[in-house]
């Protein structure tokens, strides 16, 4: 980019017009807003586990069927569901939790497509933006169960691998159902971003794979064991810097 290019992309920058610039500062209200009512409404839901899936399963998919049977278990356990509050494995996931006796939680996503909320949610929030939804996932969440999905569900999973890799949130388990559905990454995981060191061996237990619905609910059970469900007060700390 030339001097000439430069200064008129400047001048451009310059001359935004001052309504933008107010709507845009304005903006930043609306997401404090998000932030407040998710804080205040979920603080008392716990403990609570966060389940992720594809929003384009039918009801009928096994996919399906299996995550609503692994969040009736969940929510009879004594632990609070949270979903997109979604079509495809969110809507079983909030059917499973809704029929059992524990909240069933949807925190939904304004999109132009495909996010139309389920029925099945005790608990409903909705929000314009996907990054004060995620953080609502994570902040309360004892474990992440992870059914098969597309890109929105891969997102979600990396994010609480950084978060808990980089140690800006606490250990949780994560559980990946279905060892048929991420058995390539997998081993992508093991093959290439092991051997060419971006992630390091030991970060590949950060996560586990499991199949039936009483070994994922048994799964964090065993993990809490010898701790409590919320987090310690060094764990809070962290958690507050989320």
């Known amino acids: 980019m030339n001097d000439d290019t430069k200064l008129k992309h400047s001048k451009q920058l310059q001359g935004t017009p001052t309504h933008i610039l107010s709507r845009q500062s304005w903006k930043v209200f609306q997401i404090m807003a998000e932030f407040v009512e998710g804080y205040e409404r979920l603080a008392e839901i716990h403990p609570s586990v966060s389940v992720f899936g594809s929003a384009r399963f039918a009801p009928d998919h096994p996919s ?15 632990f609070s569901v949270v979903s997109g509050g979604g079509p495809g494995i969110m809507e079983a996931a909030n059917k499973g939790a809704f029929a059992g006796k524990s909240p069933s939680v949807g925190l939904n996503i304004t999109l132009p497509h495909e996010q139309t909320p389920n029925r099945y949610q005790d608990v409903e929030l909705t929000f314009r933006h996907f990054f004060s ?53 997998l081993d992508w995981f093991t093959d290439t971003l092991v051997e060419r060191g971006t992630i390091s061996k030991s970060d590949l237990k950060l996560m586990q794979v499991i199949d039936e619905p009483d070994a994922v609910v048994d799964a964090i059970f065993s993990y809490y064991e010898n701790r409590r469900f919320e987090p310690t007060e060094e764990e809070a700390e962290i958690q507050l810097n989320l």
């Open 64 to 78: 399906s069927i299996l995550a609503e049977e692994i969040s009736r278990k969940l929510s009879d356990a004594g």
């Open 133 to 185: 939804r995620k953080v609502m996932f994570v902040k309360f969440a004892t474990a992440y169960v992870v059914m098969p999905g597309g890109f929105g569900t891969l997102d979600e999973l990396a994010e609480i691998l950084t978060l808990v890799q980089t140690r800006k949130s606490r250990r949780i388990p994560v559980i990946l159902v279905d060892s048929a559905f991420w058995s390539g990454i």
